[in-house]
């Protein structure tokens, strides 16, 4: 987006960064594309394409004065994690298998290929309506007590040296007490990556393990099972007459054929031969199944992209009607893909 472009353009670029890209693109190019944690292991990124050593001429550095170099905080190439982090996701490397632009829609997005987390919609510094925030300073999580501090960071989330989680993302999100590993995801298609990230590519295919939990560690009250105080309803959901009413909407643990039975689903959209749908979880990995008997529940990815999307909250807008993802008019399309009120 511009706006990136404009911060990294402006100065905080890492000076001798043609170098640099000349570097990426050839790491992007001998790279066997696939490895889940690319930013680890051999054949990966280098310590020095994020870190400078000698701020040397010769070597890779950031340049400035040879007596006093910028100096960034942890050696860093540039003055925030984020910073550096978006010197190379920010879409400039636009070759295929290069890293996935995280700031606006990429070149290689097309009807039917839409990258899993969406896009940040505004610069580092400056707040949005439409997902989260980079770098704004003491923003609280809604749900939770978690304040970012000097401001959400790519590493409050991924861990920029990789783990054996999905995408890398920190076992502790908001520092809670337990880890919260990201297993329960699996991707059919490696490369390129037009394909590897996208929404169709992945299968959520757990609850435990999976993503609910670990956006619970920022946004604690949100997510939990049927039943837990904080969410309300019941296992099995909420049947028709009882008093286990939710106080949230659910976010795991309740299947959309039990939704059916209790009264609140209509199968009409769901289960029938719908040409998009909205992520769902599924164990077994049969997505719609049919109303008597389906596993897929309803998660925080059913209706949000991790990073934002161009409606408020980072909400997925989807016409079920139509192929074509994430290409609603409405938000309540998104909800009527199961409850078609
Ligand atoms: C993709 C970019 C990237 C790569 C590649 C990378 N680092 Fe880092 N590293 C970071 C960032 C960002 C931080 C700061 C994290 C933070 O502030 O929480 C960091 C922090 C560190 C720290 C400080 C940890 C601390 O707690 O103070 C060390 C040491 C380190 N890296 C070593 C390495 C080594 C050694 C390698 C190569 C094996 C490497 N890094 C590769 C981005 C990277
Ligand atoms: C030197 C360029 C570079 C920098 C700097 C960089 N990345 Fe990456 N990153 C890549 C490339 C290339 C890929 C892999 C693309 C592919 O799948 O082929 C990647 C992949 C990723 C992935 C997806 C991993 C997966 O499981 O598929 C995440 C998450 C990620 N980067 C986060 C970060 C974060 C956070 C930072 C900053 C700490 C960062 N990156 C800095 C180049 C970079
Ligand atoms: C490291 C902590 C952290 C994690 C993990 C986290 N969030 Fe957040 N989230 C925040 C903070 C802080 C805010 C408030 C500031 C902002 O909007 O970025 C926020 C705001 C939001 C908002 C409101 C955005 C807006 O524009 O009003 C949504 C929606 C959201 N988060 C969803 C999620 C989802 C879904 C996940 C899991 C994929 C998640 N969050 C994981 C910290 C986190
Ligand atoms: C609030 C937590 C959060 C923050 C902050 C965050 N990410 Fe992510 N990111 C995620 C999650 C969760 C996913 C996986 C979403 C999915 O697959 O459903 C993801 C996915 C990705 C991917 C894979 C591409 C995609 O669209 O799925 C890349 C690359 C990435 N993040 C890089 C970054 C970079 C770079 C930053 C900082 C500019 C960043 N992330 C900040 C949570 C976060
Ligand atoms: C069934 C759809 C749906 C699911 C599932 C869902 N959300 Fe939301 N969420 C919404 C909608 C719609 C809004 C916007 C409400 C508004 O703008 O007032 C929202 C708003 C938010 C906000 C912003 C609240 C505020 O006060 O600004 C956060 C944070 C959030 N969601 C996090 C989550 C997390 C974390 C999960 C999973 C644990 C989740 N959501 C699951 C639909 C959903
Ligand atoms: C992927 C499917 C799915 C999507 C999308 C979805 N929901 Fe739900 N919703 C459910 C399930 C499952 C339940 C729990 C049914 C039960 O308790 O049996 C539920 C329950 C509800 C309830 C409570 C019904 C009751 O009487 O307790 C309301 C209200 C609701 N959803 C509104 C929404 C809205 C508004 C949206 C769009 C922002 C939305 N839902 C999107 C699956 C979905």
């Known amino acids: 987006m511009?706006?990136?472009?404009?911060?990294?353009?402006?100065?905080?670029?890492?000076r001798g960064s043609w170098a640099f890209l000349a570097g990426v693109w050839l790491l992007a190019w001998v790279m066997p594309a696939g490895a889940g944690w690319f930013h680890a292991g051999p054949g990966a990124l280098r310590c020095s394409d994020c870190h400078v050593m000698h701020a040397s001429?010769?070597?890779?550095?950031?340049?400035?004065?040879?007596?006093?170099?910028?100096?960034?905080?942890?050696?860093?190439?540039?003055?925030?994690?984020?910073?550096?982090?978006?010197?190379?996701?920010?879409?400039?490397?636009?070759?295929?298998?290069?890293a996935p632009d995280v700031t606006g829609a990429a070149s290689y997005?097309?009807?039917?290929?839409?990258?899993?987390?969406?896009?940040?919609?505004?610069?580092?510094?400056?707040?949005?309506?439409?997902?989260?925030?980079?770098?704004?300073a003491n923003v609280v999580a809604p749900g939770g007590g978690y304040s970012s501090g000097p401001g959400l960071s790519c590493v409050d989330c991924h861990d920029p040296h990789g783990n054996a989680n999905y995408r890398n993302l920190v076992l502790r999100p908001g520092n809670v007490g337990s880890d919260r590993a990201v297993t329960a995801v699996t991707e059919a298609v490696l490369t390129?990556?037009?394909?590897?990230?996208?929404?169709?590519n992945l299968?959520?295919?757990?609850?435990?393990?999976?993503?609910?939990?670990?956006?619970?560690?920022?946004?604690?009250?949100?997510?939990?099972?049927?039943g837990d105080p904080a969410m309300g309803g019941q296992a099995g959901g909420d049947a028709a007459g009882s008093n286990g009413y939710w106080f949230r909407h659910p976010t795991q643990g309740v299947t959309l054929s039990q939704g059916v039975t209790n009264g609140h689903l209509d199968p009409t959209y769901w289960f029938t031969s719908v040409l998009s749908r909205v992520p769902v979880v599924s164990v077994s990995g049969t997505i719609p199944g049919t109303a008597a008997a389906s596993d897929n529940e309803v998660f925080c990815g059913s209706c949000h992209k991790a990073h934002g999307s161009t409606h408020r909250a980072g909400l997925i807008w989807d016409d079920p009607a139509t192929s074509a993802l994430e290409d609603g008019t409405l938000a309540r399309q998104t909800c009527q893909a199961c409850h078609n009120e």
């Open 57 to 98: 001429d010769r070597g890779i550095g950031f340049g400035g004065s040879a007596l006093s170099p910028p100096g960034y905080p942890k050696l860093l190439r540039a003055a925030s994690a984020s910073e550096v982090c978006l010197s190379c996701h920010d879409g400039t490397g636009a070759t295929l298998d290069s």
């Open 2 to 14: 511009n706006g990136f472009r404009r911060i990294l353009s402006g100065g905080c670029r890492p």
């Open 192 to 200: 390129p990556t037009s394909t590897q990230y996208s929404t169709d």
């Open 109 to 136: 997005e097309t009807a039917t290929l839409k990258r899993a987390a969406g896009a940040f919609q505004a610069s580092i510094g400056v707040p949005t309506v439409n997902g989260h925030d980079l770098g704004v």
């Open 203 to 226: 299968r959520y295919t757990n609850s435990t393990n999976g993503l609910g939990a670990w956006c619970q560690g920022c946004h604690t009250n949100y997510h939990g099972a049927p």
